[in-house]
């Protein structure tokens, strides 16, 4: 979470009726037509905020709802949390669309449109420069699950158990068994990623996620995000085809595109808090 308060020397505090801005990324220009494309956290419209050469896209945040007190709150609240993450994800997707964004964290809010235009121009440098490094690109997510009775061949040999302590030694080789596909499984992961890896522009690592969030029925055992540029999508994807014929023991999905959420470096501002279940493939690590 991230909250920047801002009040004007000498303001009282925020009325109930207040309202802050919520910052749902930077880009280099925001058409109407963009902007028109989806609605903003109170349900109302998306505004720019231009500065520095650049422009912020905010929207609405009522402060009863969105201020620093009752985001600690809400942030508590599962349902609360996911309907939040999704409207932001919605803002930023359209972004992208349009070509290169700076996705925000999400509750990243701030007190009015001045704060966010100074964020602009203390940040312009970086930000640029995160730009120029994602225009033409897209991140993609690519997760793999364990297959379910895949054992490594090392694990398949050996000789019978005698017949004196029988069930020990099968309890051994069980053992061995399941620490064999386990190291295999992980070995499969860091090899596909690795090839991905050389493949894109940029790669990140993110921990796996729990069943609970992912919604598969086996472990995760990678979940990865990859930044490739658009023209080269096909050799991609193929790739991801080529690495899950080659690995059967770990099954590939390929997700995506998503907004860069993994590789802006310079998202503003910094802050300690991680992506929310909900939000998209890069964000949701």
Do not use: I
């Not at 349009?98 to 996705?103: K, R, T």
């Not at 001045?114 to 930000?127: N, P």
């Not at 596909?181 to 921990?207: K, P």
């Amino acid at each position: 979470m991230s909250w920047t308060a801002e009040p004007v020397p000498g303001d009282p505090e925020p009325a109930g009726d207040a309202a802050g801005c919520w910052l749902h990324g930077v880009v280099r220009e925001a058409t109407p037509a963009t902007l028109a494309a989806v609605t903003g956290m109170d349900g109302g419209p998306l505004r720019a905020v231009p500065a520095a050469g650049l422009v912020a896209v905010v929207s609405t945040a009522p402060l009863a709802e969105y201020g620093e007190e009752a985001l600690r709150r809400n942030l508590e609240d599962l349902t609360w949390l996911e309907r939040a993450a999704r409207m932001h994800h919605e803002v930023v997707a359209a972004l992208s669309r349009a070509g290169a964004v700076v996705p925000t964290r999400l509750a990243t809010v701030y007190r009015d449109e001045r704060g966010v235009a100074r964020l602009l121009a203390e940040r312009r440098a970086e930000l640029a420069a995160t730009l120029d490094r994602l225009t033409g690109r897209a991140e993609w997510g690519v997760k793999g699950y364990a297959v379910p009775g895949a054992t490594a061949r090392a694990a398949a040999g050996g000789g019978g158990a005698a017949p004196e302590g029988a069930g020990a030694a099968y309890l051994r080789r069980r053992r061995a068994e399941l620490t064999a596909r386990d190291e295999g499984q992980r070995a499969a992961a860091e090899a596909v990623h690795d090839a991905l890896a050389g493949y894109a522009v940029a790669a990140r690592r993110h921990a796996p996620q729990d069943r609970r969030l992912s919604g598969a029925p086996t472990a995760m055992v990678l979940n990865g995000a990859y930044l490739v540029d658009v023209p080269t999508l096909g050799g991609f994807t193929g790739l991801v085809a080529a690495l899950a014929g080659r690995h059967p023991e770990v099954r590939l999905e390929l997700t995506g595109p998503w907004p860069a959420y993994s590789f802006a470096e310079g998202r503003p501002p910094a802050t300690a808090g991680a992506s929310p279940p909900g939000l998209a493939d890069g964000a949701a690590q």
